[in-house]
C-alpha cells in the first residue's frame, strides 16, 4: 500500500508543479514561445482550456488554471488520506489543500532556484531554460539582492531565499502535521 500511495503522490505533486508552472509563467510574463513554456502549457491544456470557458480570467490571474491546482492539492490529501484509513472532515481538507499548494509552490521555488545556481557553474552563453528561470525567480530575489548587494562578485541572494524558504516551510509543515491530525 504504500507504494501505491507513493506514486499517487508523484502524480499528483508533478500536475500540482505544471500547474503552479503555469499560472507562475503567466504571473510574470514570461516568454511564451519558450520551449519549457510551451511544454508547460501543452501538458496542461487538456484540463485548463474547457475549465477556462466556465472561469474568466481576473486582473491577470489565471484563476481556472488555480482553482484546478487547489482541486488538485485538495484531491491529492483526499486521496491518500482514504488509502491511508485517516480521517479527516472537509473544512480541514480544504484548508490542508490550501496549505499543500503554498508548500508546493514553495519547494518548486525552491528547486529552480537550486537548478539555478547549479546551471551558472556550468552554462556558458545563452540558455533557453536558464532565461525562463531567470525570469521566474527574479520577482523573489529582487527585493533580497536590494538588500543584500554581491559580495565579491558573489550573488548571496539565493542563499538567503533558500532560508527563508526552509523557515517558512518549517512553519507550513508543522500545520500540515497539526491539521493531519484533526
Known amino acids: 500500500m504504500e507504494a501505491i500511495i507513493y506514486l499517487l503522490r508523484f ?6 508543479m505544471i500547474l503552479i508552472m503555469r499560472v507562475w509563467l503567466q504571473l510574470v510574463r514570461a516568454d511564451f514561445y519558450n ?3 510551451q511544454f508547460i502549457v501543452k501538458v496542461s491544456n487538456p484540463l485548463v482550456i474547457p475549465l477556462r470557458r466556465i472561469i474568466p480570467s481576473l486582473g491577470g490571474v489565471d484563476l481556472s488554471t488555480l482553482l484546478l491546482a487547489y482541486v488538485v492539492a485538495t484531491l491529492k490529501i483526499f486521496v491518500v488520506a482514504l488509502l491511508s484509513g485517516t480521517s479527516l472532515h472537509i473544512p480541514v481538507f480544504l484548508f490542508v489543500g490550501l496549505l499543500v499548494l503554498i508548500k508546493q509552490a514553495g519547494f ?14 556550468v552554462v556558458q552563453g545563452y540558455n533557453a531554460t536558464m532565461m525562463i528561470f531567470q525570469q521566474l525567480t527574479d520577482p523573489f530575489l529582487r527585493p533580497i539582492r536590494k538588500l543584500v548587494p554581491n559580495i565579491g562578485g558573489l ?9 527563508l524558504l526552509n523557515v517558512i516551510n518549517i512553519l507550513l509543515s508543522g500545520n ?5 491530525q484533526v
Open 11 to 16: 502524480v499528483f505533486d508533478a500536475f500540482l
Open 35 to 37: 520551449p519549457f513554456s
Open 108 to 121: 518548486l521555488l525552491f528547486i529552480i532556484m537550486l537548478v539555478m545556481a547549479l546551471m551558472s557553474w
Open 155 to 163: 550573488d548571496l541572494s539565493i542563499l538567503i531565499a533558500f532560508l
Open 176 to 180: 500540515l502535521i497539526y491539521w493531519a
